[in-house]
C-alpha cells in the first residue's frame, strides 16, 4: 500500500519569541515492510540543521532559530510504501540494548492493578499472552478523548477507564515490563477503518520475543500493525518517543495547532483521513 502523509504544526505566541531550539524526529525509517518513496521536512531553519541518530535509532535534524518570531510551521510530508508483515518488525537500525525497555518511566511506572492485569492475562506467555494482554487493555480502557492528556500514567488511564491511543499503548507497555518483556513505544501514522476509533497520528506499543524480534501490538484496535500503519520513532514512552521537541526564549502565550492528512492510494482507489 501506499500512504501519502502530511504532518504540520503550527504554534502562535501572543508576545514574540527571541530564539528557540527544534528537536525534530520527523523522518520515518525504510524497514522491512515500510519503504519511504519520497519525503521532506519544512521548518525554519531546516537547511541549516545538524542531523543526528539518538539512543533509540530515531533520526533527528536540531535546527537553532536565532530570529524573533512569532509563528512557527514545521511541515513534514511524503509517501511511504507498506506491506503487510502481521506485526514483527525487522530491519531497523536499533542502537539500544534490548533490555533498556525494561526501563520502567513516569508515565509507565506499573501500580498493583497493572502488576495483576500482567499476571492475569499471563502477558509473558510468549505472542500468546501478548495478544491476551492487548485484548484486555483495550476492553478495559474505552477510547475516549479528552479524559486524559500528554502526563497521564498507565496507573491512571487504567484507573478511569478511559483514554486514547497512548494511554493504551503506556498500559500495554507497563504491564509487559512488569513481567519482564521488553517493549517501547511507537508513534507514527494509520489508516483506520470504518468501525476504528484511531486518527491518523497514532501510538502503539512494540514487545521483544526471544526467537521473533520485536512485535507491534495496538490495543487501541486489538490488531497487530499491518500495511494501514507507517512508523515513526520510538522511545520508552510517548514523551521519549515524540517527533516534535524544543525550547525557546520568550514567546508567552503559545497556541498549538497540529494537521495530520493521511491518503492511502491502491489499485482500487483512495482512501483520505484528516485529524485536526
Given at each position: 500500500m501506499r500512504i501519502r502523509i502530511r504532518h504540520v504544526t503550527r504554534s502562535v505566541y501572543d508576545k514574540p519569541a527571541r530564539s528557540g531550539v527544534l528537536s525534530l524526529r520527523l523522518t520515518p525509517p525504510s524497514f522491512e515492510g515500510q519503504s519511504v518513496v519520497t519525503w521532506a521536512i519544512r521548518a525554519p531553519g531546516i537547511e541549516r540543521a545538524a542531523t543526528f541518530r539518538d539512543g533509540f535509532g530515531n533520526l533527528g535534524h536540531l535546527i537553532s532559530i536565532v530570529?524573533?518570531?512569532?509563528?512557527?510551521?514545521?511541515?513534514?510530508?511524503?509517501?511511504?510504501?507498506?506491506?503487510?508483515?502481521?506485526?514483527i518488525v525487522r530491519g531497523l537500525r536499533d542502537v539500544a540494548p534490548v533490555r533498556v525497555?525494561?526501563?520502567e518511566t513516569g508515565l509507565t511506572a506499573p501500580d498493583g492493578s497493572i502488576r495483576s492485569l500482567a499476571r492475569e492475562t499471563k502477558a509473558d506467555d510468549g505472542v500468546?499472552?501478548?495478544?491476551?494482554?492487548?485484548?484486555?487493555?483495550?476492553?478495559?480502557?474505552?477510547?475516549?478523548?479528552?479524559?486524559?492528556d500528554s502526563e497521564t500514567t498507565a496507573a491512571e488511564a487504567l484507573s478511569r477507564g478511559h483514554g486514547v491511543c497512548q494511554d493504551h499503548a503506556h498500559?500495554?507497555?507497563?504491564?509487559?515490563?512488569?513481567?519482564?518483556?521488553?517493549a517501547r513505544y511507537v508513534c507514527g501514522y494509520m489508516i483506520a477503518g470504518?468501525?476504528?476509533?484511531?486518527?491518523?497520528?497514532?501510538?502503539?506499543?512494540?514487545?521483544?520475543?526471544?526467537?521473533?524480534?520485536?512485535i507491534g501490538f495496538d490495543p487501541t484496535n486489538r490488531i497487530?500493525?499491518?500495511?494501514?500503519?507507517?512508523?515513526?520513532?520510538?522511545?520508552?514512552?510517548?514523551a521519549s518517543a515524540a517527533p516534535i521537541r524544543?525550547?525557546?526564549?520568550?514567546?508567552?502565550?503559545?497556541?498549538?495547532?497540529?494537521d495530520v492528512d493521511v491518503e492511502a492510494q491502491s489499485a482500487i482507489g483512495s482512501q483520505s483521513q484528516s485529524q485536526q
Amino acid at each position: 500500500m501506499r500512504i501519502r502523509i502530511r504532518h504540520v504544526t503550527r504554534s502562535v505566541y501572543d508576545k514574540p519569541a527571541r530564539s528557540g531550539v527544534l528537536s525534530l524526529r520527523l523522518t520515518p525509517p525504510s524497514f522491512e515492510g515500510q519503504s519511504v518513496v519520497t519525503w521532506a521536512i519544512r521548518a525554519p531553519g531546516i537547511e541549516r540543521a545538524a542531523t543526528f541518530r539518538d539512543g533509540f535509532g530515531n533520526l533527528g535534524h536540531l535546527i537553532s532559530i536565532v530570529h524573533e518570531h512569532s509563528e512557527l510551521i514545521v511541515e513534514a510530508e511524503g509517501i511511504v510504501e507498506t506491506s503487510d508483515r502481521d506485526g514483527i518488525v525487522r530491519g531497523l537500525r536499533d542502537v539500544a540494548p534490548v533490555r533498556v525497555f525494561l526501563r520502567e518511566t513516569g508515565l509507565t511506572a506499573p501500580d498493583g492493578s497493572i502488576r495483576s492485569l500482567a499476571r492475569e492475562t499471563k502477558a509473558d506467555d510468549g505472542v500468546a499472552g501478548l495478544h491476551r494482554l492487548m485484548h484486555v487493555v483495550g476492553d478495559r480502557i474505552e477510547y475516549t478523548v479528552d479524559q486524559t492528556d500528554s502526563e497521564t500514567t498507565a496507573a491512571e488511564a487504567l484507573s478511569r477507564g478511559h483514554g486514547v491511543c497512548q494511554d493504551h499503548a503506556h498500559v500495554f507497555i507497563s504491564a509487559a515490563r512488569a513481567v519482564g518483556v521488553p517493549a517501547r513505544y511507537v508513534c507514527g501514522y494509520m489508516i483506520a477503518g470504518d468501525d476504528q476509533p484511531s486518527e491518523a497520528h497514532h501510538g502503539w506499543a512494540e514487545a521483544w520475543i526471544d526467537g521473533i524480534g520485536w512485535i507491534g501490538f495496538d490495543p487501541t484496535n486489538r490488531i497487530c500493525p499491518t500495511d494501514r500503519y507507517v512508523r515513526l520513532g520510538t522511545g520508552l514512552d510517548a514523551a521519549s518517543a515524540a517527533p516534535i521537541r524544543g525550547s525557546r526564549q520568550g514567546g508567552s502565550g503559545e497556541t498549538l495547532d497540529v494537521d495530520v492528512d493521511v491518503e492511502a492510494q491502491s489499485a482500487i482507489g483512495s482512501q483520505s483521513q484528516s485529524q485536526q
